[in-house]
């Protein structure tokens, strides 16, 4: 096995296993990664548009943003209920009771949802894992399915706060958000506006208590 090839897999090991503790080391966990990626970045002389971030075309961007809020909405009401129905448990979102009826509560969950939901954690997951696992599998079309699912895990994982309805629901949509990233031929742009806005959507409706 070529020498980068053992990297690269100790790199995506690492940064898929960093995630799954997210929950109670949030800021160390993104120093972690952002610590792994930025020497990886600098060693391997890439550019931020080698992980997605290119130019976006407006319709797109309306596009993506419809998709967030839509999906948002159908998570809410259809997906969400129904898991809950099969598995006799609803996901544990009892750590935002707080941002109920409090707008400065309200505001800052947003502007976590946006930064840390939508920026950093689709950079990392669709923008980063995904070309990185796909690279291990030289670029093979299996290879997307493979990266889509192992990152789906890791992510979900990151959310076992939420319970066993939260990790499945997570890992739904995590899925969904592989398959956007395709889609949209591997612009990071787009799935971060359809994760901030499914979040915004979240957010809006715990901060309403619906």
Do not use: C
Not at 44 to 69: H, N, S, T
């Amino acid at each position: 096995m070529k020498k980068i090839t053992i990297i690269n897999l100790l790199e995506v090991t690492a940064l898929l296993v960093i995630p799954m503790f997210s929950s109670r080391l949030s800021f160390i966990y993104i120093l972690l990664v952002m610590g792994i990626i930025l020497i990886s970045r600098r060693k391997r002389k890439e550019q931020w548009a080698d992980y997605g971030f290119k130019a976006v075309e407006w319709p797109k961007v309306l596009l993506a943003a419809a998709i967030g809020l839509g999906y948002a909405a159908f998570s809410n009401y259809v997906q969400e209920p129904l898991v809950s129905k099969l598995i006799g448990e609803s996901p544990d979102i009892s750590s935002f009771d707080s941002v109920t009826g409090n707008l400065w509560a309200f505001i800052g969950l947003l502007a976590i949802g946006w930064i840390i939901g939508g920026l950093f954690e689709e950079f990392l997951f669709r923008g980063y894992l995904l070309s990185r696992i796909n690279q291990l599998f030289n670029h093979r079309a299996w290879g997307k399915w493979i990266g889509i699912i192992i990152t789906s895990i890791s992510f979900s994982i990151a959310h076992t706060y939420q319970g066993i309805g939260g990790i499945i629901n997570t890992f739904i949509f995590s899925v969904i958000l592989g398959l956007l990233f395709y889609y949209f031929k591997k612009n990071t742009w787009y799935v971060i506006l359809v994760h901030g806005f499914f979040d915004t959507f979240g957010i809006l409706w715990i901060y309403l208590g619906l």
